[in-house]
């Protein structure tokens, strides 16, 4: 299946690393004018060198008025994708405030603003557009030691079905991907290494596939629901987990 996204201009956050970078090297592979967002300039000069043609723009995503300054400056986006996320791994009654908003602003906050100022710029040209929210398979079920990384990506869970029901008739459609673990990005090693004893494994014996999801995985996921070969699919939350939940 041959996807293009020629013509198109793609916004992905978070993009300096991980899962992100993935998915933007990608759609510029496959044609797109990219926009890659992420805090640290450092990640994105090294992506600018890997993919010359990018635009890129640093700005904290937690902090909601900066953000809106960047991106009202970055002129139409065509295709989005919410990906910056951060985690934070406690037992709930030990977890703090200032953990917890910093959590909820980056993983669900910032998603709402980017996706606010980005909607309402494909509504107002009217031509459609693509939405995909980075959640994760931690949004349904109970992961502890999680309770602020699963209730923001719960929260962004909701906001997608608003999103794909608010949007749906301006032809902007809004769907979401669940990842499992991604043990080879950064992110995933740091969520690893705290994880009890044992407990990977047990993931592990939980997956059919009997194996967690790579980035390429999660990148190709994401780069079908932003494609015409997704035209009908609104709102809906795609699991990458090789059949955990099933399971």
């Not at 996204?5 to 978070?14: E, I, M, P, S, Y």
């Not at 926009?35 to 909601?64: H, R, Y």
């Not at 951060?86 to 669900?108: C, Q, R, W, Y």
């Not at 557009?129 to 931690?138: L, P």
Request: proline fraction near 4%; hydrophobic fraction near 45%; glycine fraction near 8%.
């Amino acid at each position: 299946m041959n996807i293009r996204f020629d013509g198109k201009r793609a916004l992905v956050t978070g993009a300096g690393r991980g899962i992100g970078r993935g998915i933007l090297k990608k759609l510029a592979e496959c044609g797109a004018e990219c926009v890659a967002l992420s805090k640290t300039q450092e990640n994105l000069d090294s992506l600018k060198n890997e993919v010359p043609g990018i635009q890129t723009v640093m700005v904290d995503l937690a902090d909601w008025t900066a953000t809106r300054h960047a991106l009202e400056k970055i002129g139409k986006i065509d295709l989005l994708v919410n990906n910056a996320a951060i985690v934070n791994v406690s037992p709930f009654i030990e977890t703090a405030k200032d953990d917890l908003d910093k959590v909820l602003d980056v993983n669900f906050k910032a998603a709402f603003n980017v996706s606010q100022i980005v909607a309402r710029s494909m509504v107002e040209r009217g031509n459609g557009g693509a939405i995909v929210n980075v959640s994760s398979v931690a949004s349904r079920i109970g992961c502890s030691n999680m309770a602020s990384y699963s209730s923001a990506k719960g929260a962004m869970d909701s906001l997608t079905q608003v999103m794909a029901t608010e949007l749906g008739p301006h032809k902007i459609r809004v769907n979401s991907v669940h990842p499992h673990l991604v043990p080879s990005t950064d992110m995933g090693k740091s969520a690893a290494g705290f994880l009890p004893l044992g407990a990977l494994e047990y993931y592990l014996s939980r997956i059919p596939l009997n194996r967690f999801p790579d980035v390429e995985d999660v990148v190709n996921a994401v780069l079908f629901l932003l494609s015409d070969k997704a035209s009908s699919l609104n709102g809906i939350a795609l699991p990458i987990d090789g059949g955990f939940e099933a399971n």
